[in-house]
């Protein structure tokens, strides 16, 4: 089975459809409490470099045989994303990154699985609530890097979540599917 990527933009509930889950161990890196310790400034360039840093590391260790079966929640196309969309780096700059990661067979036996839905409540989660307001271009920016990576090969599949339990079944199912 390949190193599962689950990515998408808040509020499409992928932590809670990995929740549901129980045939492969999770791995969440603890981005916020990151942020935090190094007192990263929202638009700094650094922050941009310090995910992508996490992200080279993770998929050598998938590609060389190192990482067993597992789900990430979130990976290198939230990082491209939040990195144009908080002003760390431009469009172009992330599109380079994801071509180089490609380039240097960091997706080799990777699944990403872009969640697309959006729930509509209100909710309290985190520093980067204020955000949500951009929802839309958040969004068009996961898709748009999703279509890029499909382009170069690169295992990507939508998935419709629409926050009931037949999605939480048909999530099972994919992410058990070659």
Do not use: C
Not at 131 to 136: G, H, I, K, L, P
């Amino acid at each position: 089975m390949p190193l599962i990527i689950v990515e998408g933009p808040r509020k499409s509930g992928k932590s809670y459809l990995i929740s549901k889950q129980s045939d492969f161990p999770v791995f969440k890196f603890d981005f916020n409490s990151n942020f935090s310790l190094w007192e990263f400034g929202k638009q700094s360039e650094e922050i941009h470099w310090f995910g992508l840093g996490k992200e080279v590391m993770l998929h050598e260790l998938n590609s060389s045989g190192f990482l067993g079966e597992m789900i990430v929640d979130r990976g290198i196309l939230t990082n491209s994303v939040w990195g144009v969309f908080q002003g760390r780096i431009t469009k172009s700059q992330a599109e380079q990154d994801l071509i180089n990661f490609n380039k240097r067979g960091l997706f080799k036996n990777t699944r990403i699985i872009l969640i697309k839905g959006q729930w509509k409540e209100n909710r309290v989660k985190d520093i980067w609530d204020q955000d949500d307001a951009r929802s839309d271009e958040e969004r068009s920016l996961f898709y748009e890097f999703s279509l890029l990576l499909k382009s170069l090969g690169v295992d990507v599949r939508i998935f419709n979540n629409n926050f009931d339990l037949e999605s939480v079944v048909r999530f099972k199912q994919e992410i058990r599917t070659n």
